[in-house]
């Protein structure tokens, strides 16, 4: 599932022997963030004059400009950082659910990315609960030729501990038992519908898939108590190779330019809404962060990338892109650090996936909190899946950003539906995340020596197992390791 905040709250030692105190720059960065930020305006701008961003898309494309220009008139070298990718989109579709053949009736329903160019499905409903290996074995292979339904997250009243895997990774696992099509019912009151991908390769899947509102799709369950039920799935959809554009702002480091640390956030979004806070808020702070860092004319030992990624949503294509390109060249080696803000909004702490950088970051976290008392030096180390970050991960980078933070406005109901709007953006939770964050990064770029560097296989192998990615790697096909 995809990290949208992190809640924990714990006292963290904070090293007495700190390698690096940068006070006097974060107080800079402090001071102009808090006076002089452009996240919230620039943003309110954008969701005004573009609108959606999906990748592939016409808007897509006038959101890649809008950064490229943005970060150029900060006095940013940009450039484009162009790759193919599969776009997807929708043009018709409707569900009908019913006892019977001839008695189905329309239900409100969104059709999720990569479902089939066209498809028309007829049959039986299978509940399948949560969507687990586990609800299939129970089913004993009654699901094959039927249509799965299945929650989104996980009911309420299941068992503790139950995992929640990704809807593309429960959609994979129907496709695996020979389900025809996929039902999957948004945990959210109200009738909201959700969209996003149901692929974990990015591609086309072989079955429709939609999404169902809550009330709908809870009543469908209990009727199934006491009789079967029958789903058509009609839809079109449009699904061709396009080419999408990163947005890279460089900014040089002087004494230790071949390290690079990655600041990045996906500027794509889906098309029910403006996306302002999916991603909204962390690819605009990435903007924000990159216009103080020129404002103050700070310097740095590394070189610094700020990174508008496109296709997060449809399978972290942009991030993947980025990976390749710089695999070809050879220069993947140069990346020491990657910094992801995907939903980051007013961080408490950092998080990161070495708990090696502990000291450092609960240090720098101290000299913040003594600029800001609302900072509460969280620390979060561990690992997790589906944002930009995944890559650089499993390729054993350091990867980390903000943690301890909560969304605003109760937006997290609105994630990927047409209720994701400027409006639940804050204006000081958006300022917090930049001038928070701009200081990890400026502690990144100028700290004498970065303590952790790529994990080796065998490491990365058990760390990987050990955050219990394994099952959800495998499921992507992305679990590099044969046993």
């Given amino acids: ?13 904070i090293s007495a022997h700190a390698q690096d105190n940068f006070s006097t720059a974060f107080n800079r960065i402090n001071t102009d963030v808090q006076q002089h930020s452009r996240a919230y305006s620039t943003l309110k701008s954008a969701t005004e004059t573009i609108g959606h961003r999906l990748t592939g898309s016409a808007n897509g494309a006038r959101a890649e ?21 599969e776009s997807w989109s929708r043009i018709t579709n409707e569900t009908k659910i019913g006892d019977g053949p001839a008695n189905l009736k329309t239900v409100p329903s969104v059709a999720l990315a990569h479902s089939p160019v066209k498809s028309a499905v007829s049959a039986e409903v299978a509940d399948l609960g949560n ?14 030729g039927k249509i799965a339904l299945v929650y989104l997250g996980v009911l309420p009243g299941s068992p503790a501990g139950t995992p929640s895997l990704h809807r593309s990774e429960k959609t994979a696992i129907a496709i695996k038992h020979g389900a025809v099509g996929i039902i999957i ?28 509102g809550l009330e709908n799709g809870m009543e469908i369950k209990q009727q199934l108590k006491s009789k079967t039920q029958y789903a058509s ?16 702002a460089t900014l040089k480091g002087d004494s230790l330019p071949e390290e690079k640390i990655l600041v990045g956030g996906h500027l794509d979004s889906w098309d029910l809404a403006t996306g302002a806070i999916d991603n909204g808020i962390g690819s605009f702070a990435v903007m924000d962060m990159a216009r103080s860092f020129k404002a103050l004319k700070l310097k740095t030992k590394r070189t610094v990338e700020f990174i508008l990624f496109m296709g997060e949503e449809q399978g972290l294509l942009g991030s993947k892109a980025y990976i390749a390109q710089a ?24 998080a990161t996936s070495r708990v090696e950088m502990k000291d450092t970051f609960t240090d720098w976290g101290s000299q913040i909190a003594q600029i800001d008392t609302g900072f509460k030096n969280v620390f979060v180390s561990g690992a997790w899946l589906h944002s930009d970050h995944q890559p650089f991960m499993l390729e054993g980078i350091p990867t980390g950003g903000g943690a301890g933070g909560q969304l605003p406005n109760h937006s997290g109901q609105f994630y990927h ?37 790529v994990q080796e296989e065998g490491k990365l192998k058990a760390f990987l197992k050990e955050n219990k990615l394994e099952e959800p790697l495998r499921i992507a096909g992305e679990w590099k390791w044969g046993d």
């Fill in 185 to 212: 019912i948004n945990g959210v009151k109200g009738g909201v519908l959700l969209t996003g991908t149901a692929s974990v390769t990015g591609k086309l899947i072989t079955i429709p898939a939609v999404c169902i």
């Fill in 1 to 13: 599932m995809k990290i949208l905040y992190v809640l924990f709250f714990a006292g963290m030692a």
């Fill in 417 to 453: 539906s047409d209720g994701d709007s400027f409006k639940l953006v804050d204006e000081q939770g958006l300022k917090n995340t930049v001038r928070y964050s701009a200081m990890l990064t400026y502690g990144l770029a100028n700290m004498k020596v970065i303590p952790v560097g």
């Fill in 131 to 144: 969507g687990l290996e586990s609800d299939y074995a129970h089913d004993a292979g009654k699901v094959k």
């Fill in 327 to 350: 695999e070809k060249k050879n220069e993947l080696g140069k990346v020491k650090f990657m910094l992801n803000y995907d939903m980051t909004n007013d961080p408490k702490g950092f």
């Fill in 233 to 248: 799935l009609s839809m079109t959809n449009f699904s061709g190779m396009i080419k999408a554009r990163n947005v890279i």
């Fill in 65 to 85: 400009e809008y950064a490229f220009n943005l970060f150029k008139s900060y006095g940013y070298n940009v450039r484009y950082q162009p790759f193919e990718v």
